[in-house]
């Protein structure tokens, strides 16, 4: 009972963390600059603690994927068991994902955001499009050549490849391997206490982000292309209700009130980091109050946070339309199948950390025949953009891998229905 009230009370402060950092950017942006009371407070202050927050959320990413990926995997035992479950998974990252594309073109081509748009393109011809992959070298990037160094520069994708070979082996070497495992699950069970600890100053963390980036974002740009960035919430929303929504329903006849409740502490941390890895330790959190056995989330989280992005999907769809829109150019149905595919591939080869999604952007559109430069009307807002589909690309994450443990009884449901 305790233990639920103060679950309440970090959830309800967090929100409070939220609100008031977003009033507190918008006063900051009023004081007149001159005074240099907004410098010292917005760069000095509030830079120091929300980066600080960001920092030691990292500092825990690397060690706990690693860790957590190779005790979730050898403890499946049989490779059977491992393989069916990453076969669901992956089926459900990829339906979802599709989805949330399909969901996306069809949201921008009824409310056409981009038709009318004032805005002065000569600006675009300045702008240095990102460097468009390609995809070959984004599969063979995921092979670490080097673990140690993939782990020093904090390639996600890389460790993650390396702990999915680390924890087969070593659950297949049996009675052998048994004490490594057992040193492995200590230091899991150290991470997440430090991971409680850095939770436990979230609000602040998420009080001083939102308001850097109420205070750095300019409202000239956001008016603009208000309409994209509306249409982009709408099929989020669609898309959280219908696919998430159903999968939950159906999938799992789990309680979406429960599931959602618990999920606006994650929420928090995606809304104000806008980075799927950063919010890992906190979605891997919820999993274990909600009754989700340790190596189904343990397994399915790491690699969602890193594959699974049905948001950046959502956002590369609607700003695909948005441009072709923009510039005038009609999009044929063999473009619109073009966009599916490549944001599908492009969400996958997305890392999950900030901004990542507008740079595989030029990789949809390019591949679409849409001009790149066209990325230079919403790079504006795209830490907004970012905000959001952060949130869904988690949200996602965490559905599936509540779905595959209901799917394969590997949930608690006492402890699920006490949330
Ligand atoms: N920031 C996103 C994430 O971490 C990735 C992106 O779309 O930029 O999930």
Redesign the pocket.
Known sequence: MKGKSILKNSTLLLVLGLIFGIIFGFIMKAVPSHFYIDDIVMNGIMRFLGTGFINLIKMTVIPLVFVSLICGISSFGDTKKLGIIGLKTILLFLFSTIGAIIISIICASIFKPGIGLNFDFSSTSTYTPPEVKNIVDIFLDIIPINPVKSMSKGNLLQVLVFAVFFGISIGTLGEKAKQLINIFEVINDCMMKIVSMIMSIAPIGVFALISITVYSTGLDSLIGILKMILVVALALIIHTILIYGGMLKIGSKLSLVKFFKKYSRVAGVTFST????AALPASMEMMRDIGVEHSVYQFVLPIGATVN?AG?AIVQGVTAVFISQAYGIELSFQSMVTIVISAVLASIG?A???????IMMAMVLESAGLPVQGIALVIGVDRIL?MM??TV?VLGDCVCCAVVAKSEKMIELEKYNEV
């Open positions: 806008a980075s799927s890895n992005m950046t997305t999950g950390v900030p901004g990542v999604g507008m970012d589909r952060t690309n």
